[in-house]
């Protein structure tokens, strides 16, 4: 699904990885030197870009590119450039945020000090766009703390429901509202940021339960918790295993919810005049929809194996 990403798009993000890593290199080498092994792990590739190209990763690059191409035939490349730099080095400061909170091995507590260079590259990217009484700055401080504050929520987390699920759990990738919010103001169309912001409160209930979904094995190992796995403990029967639940019901119900979303995007996408955003959730859907029958196809193979043994 890499074609979500035009040529220049792909060029753009490429250049604020590098540009991050760059700047870093010239400023505080000896950071640079610590955060770029941490920044390549995440990639999995020779090319730090690659983790945000990836076609399953929340489309945080997308949507601004988007919310754009809805009020003009292409995009401002100078304004793109702008937030792509910003959102790259946001998405750095959260993960690694997320990775020390987990205990994630590949994140040593001692890159904790790139924090600082991340959170004010993540902000100075917008100083040239937004004097300091714009509105877009009230906006940009309580999303702000809304993203800290949920992962800081969803970190205390033992019972989660769908109300909880909703206002917690899915709004761990609400600072993707900043740079949607950037590019209105900047079109003097503040008016579009609420139905994109709701767009993208539903996309992060989608994400996240797709992640939760397919994760359930390793986030039970890990002693996690998700929305999945706390509606698996109050809706198990007695002495029923995780795995016979899910094979029974709950692999079933998530999907149907998360189907139930998709509906819901793919119409709100229709409200927004967005084909390429239309276009990706049939792409993502399609996605969901293959490997939902790659596990069902899995669970009937088990099935079959229970029935044989007795």
């Known amino acids: 699904m890499s074609n979500s990403y035009d040529s220049q798009l792909r060029l ?23 955060s770029a092994e941490w920044m390549q792990q995440l990639s999995g590739t020779s090319r730090m870009e690659d983790y945000f190209l990836h076609p399953i990763a929340f489309p945080m690059f997308l949507l601004p590119w988007w919310v754009e191409k809805t009020l003009q035939p292409s995009p401002d490349a100078t304004l793109q450039r702008a937030i792509a730099y910003s959102t790259a080095n946001g998405y750095y400061y959260i993960r690694l945020i997320d990775n020390l909170m987990d205990g994630d091995t590949d994140a040593s507590l001692t890159l904790l000090p790139t924090l600082n260079f991340f959170h004010s590259q993540f902000q100075h990217s917008y100083y040239n766009y937004f004097p300091s009484d714009h509105p877009f700055w009230h906006l940009f401080h309580q999303v702000w703390w809304r993203s800290g504050e949920s992962a800081m929520e969803d970190a205390y987390q033992t019972d989660i429901d ?19 919010a950037a590019v209105c103001y900047y079109h003097q169309q503040p008016e579009l940021i609420q139905p994109w912001s ?46 016979m639940w899910m094979m029974r019901y709950g692999f079933n119900w998530a999907c149907d919810l998360l189907q139930s979303w998709m509906a819901e995007l793919q119409q709100q996408a229709i409200a927004l005049n967005s084909p390429d955003l239309s276009q990706y959730l049939i792409q993502r859907e399609q996605m969901f929809l293959r490997k939902r029958n790659e596990v069902i196809a899995g669970f009937t193979g088990m099935n079959k194996l229970i029935n044989v043994l007795g």
């Open 162 to 180: 769908l109300t909880r699920f909703q206002e917690i759990a899915a709004q761990k990738v609400c600072a993707a509202k900043i740079p949607i």
């Open 12 to 34: 753009i993000v490429a250049e604020a990885v590098s540009c991050i890593y760059q700047n870093m290199d010239n400023s505080v080498p000896f950071m640079a030197q610590h």
């Open 198 to 243: 709701n767009f993208v409160d539903l996309l992060g209930c989608w994400h996240q339960m797709t992640n939760d979904l397919f994760d359930w094995i390793k986030d039970s190992t890990h002693h996690s918790q998700t929305y999945v796995l706390c509606e698996a403990a109050r809706q198990k029967l007695p002495q029923e295993s995780l795995t």
